[in-house]
């Protein structure tokens, strides 16, 4: 029951911002004098209020009160929720989504981070693709509870937000984690056997924090590049807004079934598993790129999703390694996971900004594509050159 408690957090880690999506157009119908501002600081502010409190979270754990911090995070997600259908008008909106990113910001360094502190090695491994497949997985069911939902009242999308009742409820097994786990202070075996130091003061290994960083940015932003700019390639192509809904469930189940399978990839692939997830998401963006075919779409979809998938735990994992005690590796999650919500605000700046010297005057929907196939290619010289690497070894004991 401790561990299905676990587990359970991360059925909400994926969900800020979903309920709001399908009646962004509807907005300014249901507030009148809504201005264009205010409609996208509903979807920005609640993103950039995740990444500071992802990184409090991280100092936070530093203290001997994680189970605590989990439960007043909850506590905040579900509030959040609830308030949603009280809210009259749009700066209210704007008002509670900013909770609802404070509490999801607490929450999601520790949805990994009380994983890290159980397993070590390939269980710990296993478990953060477990954690992964489930937090995507839950991601893939709201999103079609929501379309549906969103037929009716305008309010009732917003009852995935109570979905933090249930870890909220269980969260009285996470007090069979044993307070050893929780608090470790021992140095990790792994770092000594390295040979690896952090810099003074800090027990980070600087190389490696920094590295893993860059890394699970960029993936981030080659992978958040189907869901931002697929739909409108797709509607330029002439194809239905429920074509456009399938191929974004498509994409969203193939990131969720690498997790449940993780071990079986890793026991198949080895050393080379991420060169080839990097040419598979290649692969992936140059078939969305090229394809004017709804079935190609979903294959570019599926085939990026599938990269992704695989690279987002084994990336999890290895935050676990970039510290020297143990104690801080919820601390290490919060850097890495932070990259993440920076490189989902920072992706629609770049992709612009790069339109702008590359592609000024078509305006094409296909270049955001094109630009990233070749990213891609450039990024998966990369792994090859450094497959070596911390960031992109396979250690045997994966497998």
């Not at 890290?116 to 090695?121: E, L, P, Q, S, T």
């Not at 937000?161 to 069979?176: F, K, Q, V």
């Not at 003074?200 to 981030?220: E, H, M, N, P, Q």
């Not at 079986?264 to 692939?269: A, N, R, S, Y």
């Amino acid at each position: 029951m401790t561990l299905i408690s676990i587990w359970s957090i991360s059925l909400t880690v994926n969900l800020p911002g979903l309920a709001i999506t399908p009646m962004l157009g509807n907005l300014s119908h249901i507030f009148p004098h809504t201005s264009q501002l205010e409609i996208q600081l509903i979807t920005v502010l609640p993103n950039l209020l995740i990444i500071p409190f992802v990184l409090l979270s991280g100092k936070l754990s530093l203290s001997k009160s994680k189970i605590k911090i989990v439960v007043i995070a909850l506590a905040i997600y579900l509030a959040s929720g609830i308030l949603y259908f009280f809210a009259t008008s749009m700066v209210e909106l704007i008002a509670v989504s900013c909770l609802l990113g404070v509490g999801c910001g607490l929450l999601i360094p520790l949805a990994a981070g009380l994983l890290a502190d159980v397993f070590v090695g390939k269980y710990r491994m296993r478990q953060l693709g477990i954690k992964s497949g489930i937090s995507n997985m839950a991601l893939v069911i709201a999103t079609f509870v929501v379309g549906w939902l969103s037929h009716g009242n305008w309010r009732l999308p917003f009852l995935v937000y109570l979905i933090p009742a249930i870890p909220l409820i269980l969260s009285i097994y996470l007090r069979g984690i044993p307070h050893a786990d929780l608090y470790q202070t021992t140095v990790a075996p792994d770092k000594v056997a390295t040979g690896k130091t952090a810099s003074k003061g800090s027990d980070f290994i600087i190389s490696r924090t920094w590295s893993l960083i860059a890394v699970y940015f960029f993936v981030c932003y080659a992978s958040v590049i189907v869901s931002y700019y697929l739909p409108f390639l797709m509607q330029s192509n002439g194809m239905t807004s429920s074509e456009v809904g399938t191929a974004t469930a498509i994409f969203f189940l193939a990131v969720f079934l690498p997790g449940f399978i993780l071990p079986g990839i890793l026991k198949v692939l080895r050393q080379s598993t991420l060169i080839v997830c990097s040419v598979v998401m290649m692969g992936g963006i140059m078939l969305i790129a090229v394809g004017h075919d709804f079935a190609i779409m979903c294959m570019g979809a599926v085939l990026v999703g599938f990269g992704y998938g695989v690279f987002q735990p084994l990336i999890y994992d290895k935050a676990t390694q970039i510290v020297t005690v143990p104690a801080k590796a919820t601390l290490a999650l919060s850097f890495v996971l932070a990259a993440n919500y920076v490189s989902i605000s920072a992706t629609p700046f770049i992709v612009d900004g790069m339109r702008q010297i590359f592609d000024p005057h078509t305006l094409s929907n296909t270049f955001p594509f094109i630009l990233n196939s070749a990213l891609l290619g450039i990024f998966t010289i990369i792994v090859f050159i450094f497959r070596k690497s911390f960031v992109f070894r396979i250690d045997p004991s994966y497998y």
